[in-house]
């Protein structure tokens, strides 16, 4: 079989996130970060989780200019997608991984 190295491996992840449109994403993601246990968490499952979050949060930080598309496209096709899912989370991938800003106290 064919193997597939960490260097395809995030690009691959990207695609299939913009492809699959995964409903509250980033929050079952601050879900899974706030709730874990991490003793029960394999390296290998760290490494998939760790990709997942390095994926949204390239998709979250694009730009027109970062994929040579005129800005005001860009804009517009975002606004388009913003609007469609507005029912979205507004949680920052930052939390997820780690950072105590805007973090909810127990």
Excluded at 48 to 70: M, P, R
Excluded at 77 to 82: K, L, N
Aim: aromatic share 12%.
């Amino acid at each position: 079989g064919m193997t597939v190295t960490g260097n395809e491996f995030l690009p691959l992840v990207i695609y299939l996130i913009l492809k699959s449109d995964v409903p509250l994403l980033i929050m079952n993601l601050e879900y899974i970060y706030m709730y874990r246990f991490p003793g029960l968490m394999t390296s290998e499952e760290e490494y998939y989780f760790s990709t997942l979050v390095a994926a949204v949060e390239f998709i979250q930080k694009l730009s027109g200019a970062d994929l040579d598309i005129d800005s005001a496209v860009f804009d517009s096709h975002m606004a388009t997608f913003y609007a469609a899912h507005s029912h979205t989370s507004t949680i920052t991938p930052a939390i997820v991984v780690g950072s105590t800003a805007g973090a909810k106290k127990k």
